[in-house]
């Protein structure tokens, strides 16, 4: 069982950076990939980037990998996304989840997944 919290989302301005956190909690959290999804209004879960569970290789969609850098820091058991340049169409809520580690892939090839934390871009 692997537990994931999402924290840093709020209100920001375009062309802002933000920040976004994911702790984890369990024992082997360095055997999961992790990755990043958002969800806009009316939409569906889309991935936006993924990680290996080591963190040596990362799988960025390619729309985003301008502005999107996943990282994690397993000692901490943590995992993170800086979004840069922000836009209005950034805005949804931002879901972690841990996996496989790769994408980009549907939704469901993730197994445990956070609560969401929202992301709103608005002048």
């Known amino acids: 069982q692997v537990l994931l919290v999402e924290s840093g989302g709020g209100l920001v301005q375009p062309g802002a950076s933000l920040r976004l956190s994911c702790a984890a909690s369990?024992?082997?959290?360095?055997?999961?990939?992790m990755a990043w999804f958002r969800q806009a209004p009316g939409t569906g879960r889309k991935f936006i980037a993924a990680i290996s569970g080591s963190g040596t290789t990362t799988y960025p969609l390619d729309s985003v990998k301008g502005r999107f850098t996943i990282s994690r820091d397993n000692a901490k058991n943590m995992a993170y996304l800086q979004i840069g340049n922000m836009k209005a169409e950034d805005t949804a809520v931002y879901y972690c989840?841990?996996?496989?580690?790769?994408?980009?892939?549907?939704?469901?090839?993730?197994?445990?997944w956070g609560q969401g934390t929202q992301v709103t871009v608005s002048s």
């Open positions: 369990g024992r082997t959290f360095s055997s999961y990939g």
């Open positions: 989840a841990a996996g496989p580690g790769y994408g980009p892939v549907s939704a469901v090839e993730y197994d445990y």
